[in-house]
């Protein structure tokens, strides 16, 4: 990706001069005109440098990247700019700057640069082509020189009003590309309207006088990768137009009156929004992170998955602005619906994102052939004791891996349900004896001190691994809560025996009428003396009949607003008084638990952080609760359960459902690229942002949509109970979705997720 300092400087230039004009009104003025541009704002353009970021030093140009030529067209869809930017700005000079030298590349590039001509790419010849080609045309040489004499026909021509088009035929029984000015002999247009109001050009070329730009192999390879960079571009454009689109609407549902108060209070519509705030930023973190691996080897898979991505949420983002808008978001007076029209203009143009998903898939397929095993080695150190902060994250992971490998069960790798203690026990104390069992905890208190970018390495590769998670609440809860909120007596009292396997840590949180409402707990703690007298119900406990002891919410002030009266306790599970009742789920698994609390005494010296300080303490726990609740391993083992079924059954030959696959896989590549942003915050030591809880929706969400298709595509063994081995089928089928089903609510359910980011994020009334 390219220097921040560069990117920055480029939105902002492209910020304040797309602003300083209304450009919507130059959208509605061209498109009255018939389409075209005004030459007067390219040369603008070509003097902001806008169309030198792709050309070479060495050719003149800026010689920069793709972040930056991204960010300028992401303004651009901002700002509804009316000139063709990607057609004319993007992809012809991405064209020439990977032609071989010649004077004649030399004499377009530097008359586009200087805004001089307007140029085009024109490839197509039937709807729906992906693959970049001559087609039918076909050209014969004039004497000695570059002339030549062109053939054929070119559909779905942008920009229409161009000075000329780079025009794709074969030569000589070989792919070529040859420049044909507009006004050449033999050359005639028909211009159609764009349903943005822009030409969209068909040329016809009968023996029409070309100049040779390339020919053979660096021709075609040439124009491949500009359509995939002209498509990357479009993407970052389609970025920008749902971008805004989301802010317009939002601005709008706050300030629309209704019945008496602004439409956006009403809840219907938050979460309407909220589902397009979280297209946005699917789209926005593939963008990041397709720009940040950019390589030849991957060029065609990365461009499909972006544009597929980021044309699916500008169509579905601007199709819902208008539906929010009423009857005024149909008008063309009003700016939403030419977003729309951008929208749809964009989306259509180099594919749709369905046959972009298709294209991924086959690509990704390859790539995924082609890639060699991770490397496990196994004569690596072990040791707990090493300098991490100083290991580079390659070797760090393959230490992991190693590590898996010589210690974790095969049998247990990529469990469909969660783990019982007495499952896991085996494995927890395993860890615990090599030193790894608590990787964040620092190394005074027994962990391994890893940095944050280790943590999550850690976390990454035991994911991939398929490592079960045992019941960790002591691991991930309790020891960073009392390292930060605890006393000292606390922390050696407790931390050795979460080490040890000697204390089962459960959750006391939800209540009966407190679930996702944790402000509303009511179990009572009464202080006597030097205990407390707890008196209620927590329910839902996960594996509390594997617990030993709680962290619990109790009231202890029930003066004051909810969040101020709450005090953060740990309670020994066996102290008299306390009753835990299993609760059998849907699956037939004793996973939850009631746990009942009458006249229990609890020492007070079990109260951590201060009396009726105990909202603050729980709030700490959320955000990374949340980003570990949204991470892509559940939805990732599910697809590869779904990948291993459609392959024992035959469903690849299956068009539909292969085309269902493809869009999950990309659901799921997604997920997981939205959760590397997040992750990457919390490896630098940042405060994970509100925003968070869009990836727990994403993530379950996902979760659940390819639980079903694998009961689906099993067919009759959808309604079996238990793990399936017969010469059709060896899955559990059931397990993903009844896991999935739980996950949308735990941890917040996903409709207090989009609450949350309706008030916390978009800012819409109450």
């Not at 080897?297 to 597929?308: F, G, P, V, Y």
């Not at 939403?336 to 951008?342: E, S, V």
Request: with cysteine; glycine share 10%.
């Amino acid at each position: 990706m390219g220097d921040l300092e560069s990117i920055r400087m480029f939105r902002d230039s492209a910020a304040a001069f797309l602003g300083a004009t209304d450009q919507r009104q130059r959208v509605r003025a061209l498109e009255d005109g018939g389409g075209g541009l005004d030459r007067a704002t390219w040369h603008q353009l070509a003097g902001l440098g806008w169309l030198s970021v792709l050309v070479p030093q060495d050719a003149g140009g800026l010689g920069l990247g793709m972040a930056e030529a991204a960010v300028i067209a992401e303004e651009a869809g901002r700002h509804l700019l009316p000139e063709p930017l990607v057609d004319a700005g993007v992809h012809p000079v991405a064209l020439l700057a990977r032609l071989p030298a010649s004077s004649l590349r030399q004499e377009l590039l530097d008359a586009i640069q200087s805004g001089e001509i307007v140029a085009g790419v024109s490839w197509q010849e039937c709807a729906g082509e992906l693959e970049p080609g001559c087609g039918m045309a076909c050209a014969s040489r004039h004497g000695e020189g570059d002339g030549a004499a062109v053939t054929g026909h070119k559909r779905f021509v942008r920009p229409g009003g161009a000075d000329g088009w780079i025009v794709a035929a074969s030569l000589d029984d070989e792919p070529a590309l040859f420049w044909v000015p507009a006004q050449t002999p033999g050359l005639s247009t028909r211009h159609e309207a764009g349903v943005d109001g822009s030409a969209i050009t068909t040329l016809f070329l009968d023996n029409a006088a070309g100049r040779l730009l390339a020919v053979g192999e660096a021709a075609l390879s040439a124009l491949k990768q500009a359509e995939d960079l002209a498509r990357i571009a479009q993407g970052a454009e389609l970025v920008g137009i749902a971008r805004r689109s989301l802010e317009i609407t939002r601005d709008h549902l706050c300030t629309r009156v209704q019945f008496g108060k602004p439409i956006g209070s009403f809840q219907a519509l938050q979460h309407r929004l909220v589902d397009g705030l979280i297209q946005v930023e699917l789209a926005t973190a593939v963008l990041r992170e397709g720009l940040l691996s950019l390589d030849p080897d991957n060029l065609a898979a990365t461009a499909s998955r972006i544009k597929a991505r980021c044309a699916h949420a500008a169509v579905e983002m601007t199709r819902m602005a208008i539906q929010l808008h009423g009857a005024i978001g149909t008008t063309n007076e009003y700016d939403i619906g030419l977003y729309f029209k951008r929208a749809m203009t964009l989306a259509s143009r180099s594919g749709h994102a369905a046959s972009h998903r298709r294209r991924w898939q086959q690509h990704a397929a390859q790539a995924a052939a082609r890639a060699p095993a991770a490397a496990v080695r196994g004569d690596v150190d072990l040791s707990p004791e090493q300098d991490w902060e100083r290991m580079p994250e390659p070797q760090f992971r393959e230490l992991v891996r190693a590590l898996f490998a010589r210690h974790y069960p095969a049998e247990r790798r990529h469990m469909p349900y969660r783990q019982t203690w007495a499952q896991s026990r085996g494995w927890y104390l395993t860890l615990s004896r090599l030193g790894w069992l608590a990787p964040a905890w620092p190394r005074q208190y027994g962990g391994m001190g890893l940095p944050a970018d280790k943590l999550i390495a850690y976390i990454e590769e035991s994911e991939a691994w398929g490592v079960a998670r045992p019941p960790d609440q002591g691991l991930v809860m309790i020891g960073p809560i009392l390292m930060r909120f605890g006393t000292e007596e606390q922390r050696q009292r407790f931390l050795p025996k979460v080490l040890a396997g000697e204390h089962v840590w459960t959750q006391g949180y939800s209540e009966p009428d407190a679930g996702s409402d944790l402000a509303a707990v009511r179990t009572e703690a009464v202080l006597e003396g030097d205990h407390f007298i707890v008196n209620g119900q927590k329910t839902w406990t996960t594996w509390g009949a594997d617990g030993t002891h709680m962290f619990m919410l109790v009231r202890t002030d029930k003066t004051v607003k909810k969040q101020a009266g709450i005090s953060f306790l740990l309670v020994d599970l066996k102290t008299p008084g306390i009753t835990v009742r299993p609760i059998r789920n849907i699956a037939a698994e004793r996973e939850f638990c009631e746990v009942f609390f009458d006249n229990v005494r609890v020492p007070l010296a079990n109260l951590v952080g201060e009396l009726n300080q105990g909202w603050t303490v729980a709030k700490a726990l959320l955000g990374f609760e949340r980003l570990f609740t949204g991470s892509p391993k559940h939805s990732q083992h599910t697809l590869h359960q779904l990948e291993k079924l459609a392959r024992q059954r035959g469903l690849l030959e299956d068009p539909a459902f292969v085309a269902r696959l493809a869009e999950l896989q990309l659901d799921t590549a997604d997920l997981a690229a939205a959760y590397a942003g997040f992750a990457a915050m919390a490896k630098r030591g940042e405060p994970i942002p509100a925003t968070i809880s869009m990836l727990k929706i994403w993530s379950t969400e996902t979760y659940e949509r390819l639980a079903l298709l694998l009961i689906e595509s099993a067919q009759d063994y959808g309604a079996m109970r238990d793990h399936c081995h017969t010469d059709e089928i060896d899955l559990h089928v059931v397990a993903p979705l009844f896991n999935a089903l739980g996950a949308k609510i735990f941890a917040g359910s996903n409709e207090i997720q989009r609450n949350i980011l309706a008030k916390a994020v978009l800012e819409l009334p109450s």
